[in-house]
């Protein structure tokens, strides 16, 4: 047997010598104008390409080239001056001889990106900017599956000039081998049971060795295994595998694997990326890991997970929440194995996570192998306050504008806003559409949960950058505000637009803030019931006022009942009120009720501006005020530190308080 196998390996040298003797080389340049009209091809002008489909084949010295249109069509395409030959997602060119074979093929890229080519015989890898294909055959074709197109300089063809092969022929495939047609079989297989595999499959990942395939039947279902061994190929993802590969079924430490890989064939097509993209199994965990229920060499994702440090063996632990039926929450845990020797992040415990990987089995106990690992890059504000769910953790990606700040025994609160008056609507997948939309901004309260430092860094901040915003949802349809656990980091040099602050007159009948809302109430000031509210001229509105957030405010205003305020305050519901849960989103309506203010209560945090009911009726009204801080800096809003207010009437007179604001 060694002998005939030393014959053997003498013969296929002395083969390759006699193919090299009378071996020819032929070129198809794309690169030049002349190179172009040598082929036979019209040269473009600028802007402008040849479609080789419509041009038809061509024949230089012996070799034919020959394209099929992709997404666009095939062709050589003149970019200022510079040419090249684009092959589109799906398209090809094939290359072919009428007698001999080519046993050799050089393809070089005029541009890396999108270098993504595969044939349908032999062997083709690339290198950097260089493409090579090995093998014996009349015709080669090489297809594009990338994503826009793949642009070529130049084809170098060697022949032989002897009669068509193909490629060296593999081990003969046993005629009574065992054949099978769903990868669900092959767990029903005894270990050492050799089969043939007899439809197609795809490849769902591919690492190293380790190749992962999934099987679709006539109603949709997806069916998984796990390829231990060399294929002889590396296939990109959702290659189609022809049917006729062999392997054997074996179990190692719970998990199923084909080993002994052959005749694994080029790839028949490529198949989009729904297809092998990963199952969304977030709120799923504890189902996905239970090995009871099959999930074993599926690709998943979950979304929005906690992660433990990785020690030194690779080991991890995922945490996150599942939800039952009833809507109900519980914790969840998952190990985790980089198995393929992922860059893994700096684990913050207050950090969430996306993590794509492919579920395994090891000794009963179900693992994930991380292809990737990324920060969640958070939940826009208005999602969190319109999707969002008390008690879940959210980070916001939104650029926050700190309006004001309260603090007192019971409270320390940051008052934010995204300020934004547009977003981007995608129920695509659910409704069919996605549009952009008018919005109000919107707001939440940050809790320092009594950190000092925490809070007094806040208060000095102007804008804070998105995705450091992290905390627990809290009251979302009443007062809404985030339970911070880490620091945010504030934004230097940032520059602050104008924030939209509503003002809400309650003789015109009209107030649609919401919880936690920053902004003006004008209003007539009273107290009923030895309570103080905020009224309409005609009091048919009464609106409770909360002096929690700055005390000092009610004995100023308790010696002027019946003037006329306007002020800043922050607005807070008692009830929640309906939701809108059809169509686009909407700002949250009010059940019907017979005192639609009732349900309000405002917070004020300054007066604005001030005047009796006989200022007004003898004109003297309040004009302007002004905030002077002790550094003698002026302001339209109140400073942070002790205040001189400044308030001046119509009549020419001033009036002057001192007050602290933050």
Sequence with gaps: MCAMKRFYSLFLMALGAFSVLHAAEVTFDFSTAEGITAMGYAVPGQSDGTNLSQAGPVTVDGVTLSAVDGATATRIW???GSYTLRIYVDGSITLSVAEGSITGVTVNAANTNNFDLLTDVGDYSVSGAVGTWTGSAASVTFTHYGTKNAQVASIVVTTDGDEPGGTDPEDPIDPDILKIDSLQQVNTLEDGTAFQFTTDVYVNYQWNEFLWLMQLDSEGEAYAAHVYGDTGKQYPMGAVIPAGWTGVKKTYRGLVEIADPAHFANPKNILDEEYYSAFDCTGY?????????????????????????????GMFTIYGKDVDENGETS???????????????EVDPYELYDIEGIVSIFDDKVELFPITITADPGTRLWKVLYEGEDGDQYKL???????????????????VTDNVDEIYYDTYADWGYAEWLDWYPDWIALDCAGDDEMFNTLSNAEALLPGTVRGVLHDRLTSPHLELNGMPVAMDDVELPALTLFSYNLDEDYLAALGNELGRAEGYFFYRDGKPYLCSEGDSVTVKLDFGYSPDLEAEMAAKEGFRYSLLCVFTLDEPWEENTAGAPMRRIHATDDDYFTNYTIHPLAILSSASVDEMESG?????????????????????GVNIVVTTHSDGTRTTTKRFSR
């Design 78 to 80: 003149n970019s200022q």
């Design 285 to 313: 965990m504890n189902y996905v890991a239970d090995p009871d229920e099959g999930w074993v060499n599926y690709k998943v994702r979950f979304d929005g997970i906690h992660m433990g440090r990785i020690d030194q063996s």
């Design 331 to 345: 914790s969840a845990t998952m190990m985790g194995f980089n198995k393929f020797g992922i860059e893994y992040p």
């Design 397 to 415: 990606n939104d650029t926050l504008y700190v309006a004001a700040v309260v603090d007192t025994p019971d409270d320390k609160l940051v008052f």
């Design 620 to 640: 003297k009204q309040v004009i302007d005020v002004k905030y002077v801080n002790a550094a003698g800096i002026t302001s339209e809003t109140p400073l942070d």
